[in-house]
């Protein structure tokens, strides 16, 4: 009965892989609201403030998680603007890196952001609430990395960096769930 047991777990592995990250293609990558149980989430980790080197603070991000559905294992960031951030002339976007601590584990995700507000002729990101995609790591510890520079309407200068605050370098990452 055992050798049996064991057989069936050899096929079982040799079928579907021995990696809890098997499953990582299926949802890995896909924006928050277009995977089902993702709205039943919760934080990780610790919060941080999204600052410039001058100080001026932008808002917090924090990690999240959901043990809920298809939206099981996965984890993400959300960025909470309490201000608009300013796009530099010629920028068409701001990003933030999602990636695992050991990269070798899997690929990594993003939140990508278009402006979405315009005054002045000036292009924005408006304060707000935003998600990155989400990063599959139900054993796994997640990292994330944001440096995007803002212009000069709202940082005082032009290419002003705006950082999470204590994130570490994308090759050493501290801000971590």
Partial sequence: MALLSAALVAAVVLAFGNSAYASVSEYHGM??????????????????????????DYGWVEWRASRTSHCAGYQWVRM????????????????MLVFYENRAKGPTVYGIWKPNKTSSGARYLKKGVYNTEILYAPNAKGCSYFNVYVSAANAGSPYSALEIAGQGTTSRPTFCA
Avoid: M, W
């Fill in 31 to 56: 924006q928050v609201s277009k995977v089902r149980g993702c709205a039943t989430n919760f934080r990780i980790g610790s919060t941080a403030r999204l600052k410039t080197p001058t100080g001026a």
């Fill in 80 to 95: 909470h603007l309490t201000r608009d951030i300013g796009y530099v002339k010629g920028e068409s976007r701001k990003r």
